[in-house]
């Protein structure tokens, strides 16, 4: 039976375990990546496992999300991730060089390898045929250290596209369709892998954004092969020895299909709030845009810009409206600079933001009261500009220049005579933002500020876990709403009892002042709790207030995960209609824990209510293990 791209990979990693869906394999990583909001944690528990150099081919340690410096405790961060970086084997992109999807694309993916990064939309890789999962900081520390990456072997779905785009038509067209059909819990459990004839016509930059945003899905990974094009893209970046093919047999086998047709498709937009609440642009024409920002890893390649910038020629930007860009590396800003590109831009009356990842994490930008803004993003979750009465829609390129120039949404066929943009032959090379890590053996002082605070540590599970249900909360819960970032958050990544105090408040503003004032408790949440981003602080800070255990109608992939590494239990609601019955400071508690535990099935009684409910712990046995243990640091160390 033949091999898929995915299974093809796996398979030339795949270190325990078998590749039958749903059962637990482990993985050998070759690259990490970090970025410096998810870092510092990250390679503060690296520093606790004690190993001394990294065993990977190459881990870099980017800085993109949160370089705005409002006060010394970013710029303290970048200094202990550079010197913790040099110290251990660690290449460093320096704060400029671009948003870490972007620029390790550009300069370090290799198709075939497996890529960890602590970051949701390390998928982008996919874009160049690797095998790249997003992950908490704390399975990245211990694939840094040599370790192994667990996952559950995802069942693999081709997407078959057909025909080619038409023109104005582009990539985040095709990933918005595969979000309006699959929503954002349909990739749970999943690889997406793209083939068909209609992928010839996609260049690596274009199959990236389709990957990017497979992370909406909450999908454990997309990708596309390897082959002639991924060649040239290699070869541009002067990197050609870095390529090697890799195609599905004729008779490989998946275990569902999806089917697209690009010349069917239209330019779409994902409505507020949510990325797969997509429609036609068409119906969104005459709404009225205050804003728009075009970057982020998803749409900021050197392509991307230059559509945006050959749209932008001559022309003037809308009164109304306030147009940021930022080119996604130094590379593509480079080039726009070198080609004059970036003229017509700044001459348009966009302001050009630096190469990271600015808005698309609330890093300013934030729209006025009850603002439209049209965004090239991947997300547009409630309040995540940080304007909470936003309505943020998530579109092209292409959609977003036009509709800066008129002030309204806008069909981009509208814009009259089509231009195309090609891969450049050779893109600019410049590595010196990149900082080597020094030669094994030689002394480098790690620099440490005062806003670098230890992080909770999970204690063993106790027998009896008891407590209150500290709040009730509502499907598709997202990491934003668990633990929020925005630029006032963002400095304080390293300091989880600072960002505790802003945990969950978006859903419930007294949540931290009762798990204080309770000495912890549960937390109740509907479908897909905890999706979006990779953040482990979503777990740290309920850790660090006492939280005992999540009880969910089912969660996203990653979040799940860190409640595991960090010794809290994630329990599913075997019957769902117990959900309803269950209200917020109701008592509970679950008897015989580790017992429970080890069988699956966990009892919780409502000692308020008199009444009991079945919950499912639908986890591996080396996950009860870590539970049982008080986390995945507890673990390793014991071994
Ligand atoms: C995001 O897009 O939500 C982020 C910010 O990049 C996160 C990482 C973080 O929270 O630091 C992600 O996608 O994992
Ligand atoms: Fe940065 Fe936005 Fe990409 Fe997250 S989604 S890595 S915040 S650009």
Partial sequence: MGLNVAKKIIKNHIIKGEMIPGSEISIKI?????????????????????????????????????????????????????????????????????????????????????????????????????????????????AMGGGEYYINMPSIVKVNLKGKLKHWISAKDIILEVLKRLTVKGGVGKIFEYCGEGIKSLSVPERATITNMGAELGATTSLFPSDEVTYEFLKAQGREKDFIEIKADSDAVYDEEVEINLD?????????????????????????????????CTNSSYADMMKVAKILEGKTVNENVSLVIAPGSKQVLNMLAKN?????????????????????????????????????????????????????????????????????????????????????????????????????????????????????????????V?????????????????????????????????LSEYCLTPCDKDFPKKAKENGGGFIVAGGNYGQGSSREHAALAPLYLGIKAVLAKSFARIHMANLINNGIMPLVFINVEDYDKIDAMDELVIDNAVEQMETGVVIVKNKTKNQEYKMSLNITDRQKKMIKAGGLLNLVKSN
């Fill in 30 to 142: 070759d690259q990490t990546l970090t970025q410096d909001s998810t870092g510092t944690m990250a390679y503060l528990q690296f520093e606790a496992l004690g190993i001394d150099r990294v065993k990977t081919k190459r881990s870099t340690a980017y800085i993109d999300h949160n370089i705005l410096q409002s006060g010394p405790e970013n710029a303290d961060d970048h200094l202990y991730i550079q010197t913790v970086a040099k110290r251990h084997g660690i290449y460093f992109s320096k704060p400029g060089n671009g948003i870490c999807h972007q620029v390790n694309l550009e300069r370090f993916g290799v198709p075939g390898d497996t890529l960890l990064g602590s970051d949701s939309h390390t998928p982008t890789g996919g874009g160049i045929g690797m095998l790249a999962i997003g992950a908490g900081g704390l399975d990245v520390a211990v």
């Fill in 466 to 498: 008891e407590g209150k249900v500290l709040t009730k909360v509502s499907d598709n819960i997202t990491t934003d709403h668990i633990m929020p970032s925005n630029a006032k958050l963002l400095p304080y990544r390293s300091n989880i009892p600072y």
């Fill in 264 to 296: 069917e498709l239209q330019p779409l937009a994902a409505c507020p709030h949510s990325p797969d609440n997509v429609d036609n642009i068409t119906k969104l024409k005459n709404i009225k845009v205050n804003q728009v920002c075009i970057g982020s």
């Fill in 340 to 464: 004059g590109a970036l003229a017509s831009i700044v001459s348009s009356g966009a302001r050009v933001l630096e190469c990271a990842c600015g808005p698309c994490i609330g890093m300013g930008q934030s729209p006025s009261t009850d603002a439209v803004s049209l965004r090239t993003f991947n997300r547009n979750f409630e309040g995540r500009s940080g304007t909470v009465s936003a309505k943020v829609y998530i579109v092209s390129p292409e959609v977003a220049a036009a509709s800066a120039l008129t002030g309204y949404i806008t069909d981009p066929r509208d814009l009259g005579e089509f231009f195309k943009v090609e891969t450049p032959e050779k893109f600019l090379i410049n590595d010196n933002l990149i900082v080597p890590p020094a030669p094994e053996g030689e002394e480098v002082e790690v620099v440490r500020g005062p806003n670098i605070k230890p992080f909770p540590k999970a204690k063993p599970l106790s027998d009896t």
